[in-house]
């Protein structure tokens, strides 16, 4: 069943906000069930996102998708920036430094 989540404050109480290294150990996870084509989404706390959110009327502010390169061993999302445009970015990467702030 989906649950609608159109502020921040709801989203944060129904899933508390966690500290970056149980972000990485929640990561690693789920690493492995994650495939080519999930959605991820994301709700930050620059202005940008804020604004993203009232417009949509939603509390998720960016999106990204997965790709998953098995003979690589790796794991990726595909987002698009304001700052790089689209971008193909290692999910270690992304969890190590994103820090809400976008």
Excluded: C
């Excluded at 080519?36 to 009327?57: A, E, K, N, Q, V």
């Amino acid at each position: 069943m989906a649950i609608l989540l159109r502020t921040k404050q709801k989203l944060e109480s129904i899933f508390p906000r966690n500290t970056a290294d149980a972000n990485w150990t929640n990561y690693l996870k789920i690493r492995d069930s994650l495939k080519t084509g999930d959605m991820l989404f994301f709700s930050g706390d620059h202005w940008l996102s804020g604004m993203i959110r009232w417009r949509s009327r939603s509390a998720w502010s960016h999106v990204g998708m997965v790709i998953r390169i098995d003979e690589l061993e790796r794991v990726f999302l595909v987002e698009s920036t304001l700052e790089n445009g689209v971008r193909l970015v290692p999910m270690s990467f992304l969890l190590k430094d994103y820090g809400g702030d976008k």
